[in-house]
């Protein structure tokens, strides 16, 4: 099931990815795994903390992490959604805008 699909912005690379006011998350840490379109996975599932800045859902402590590893840049595309298999599990997708 998707959550949300995003475009990233310079302030969602800097300041941590700011959720869709439709994307329903609840405040919590994410187990997340996270995949290029290709199919290539990061090597270890990345804890995402999702809080609560200025009223609008958050993702920070675990994101910058990502961001990184996956080389994003602004203009890039995440697809955030769960599969559930046995119990909740979340996964990225990432796609380059380039």
């Known amino acids: 099931m998707e959550i949300f699909t995003k475009q990233l912005t310079p302030v ?28 290539t996975r990061l090597p270890d599932p990345v804890a995402i903390h999702c809080s609560t800045r200025s009223g609008r859902l958050v993702f920070t402590r675990g994101w910058h992490d990502i961001a990184r590893d996956a080389g994003l840049r602004s203009g890039d595309t995440v697809t955030f959604y769960q599969e559930v298999n046995g119990g909740a599990q979340y996964k990225m997708r990432v796609r380059n805008a380039g």
């Open 12 to 39: 969602d690379l800097e300041r941590g990815l700011v959720l869709p006011r439709d994307s329903n998350l609840e405040h919590r840490e994410l187990s997340t795994i996270v995949e290029s379109s290709a199919g």
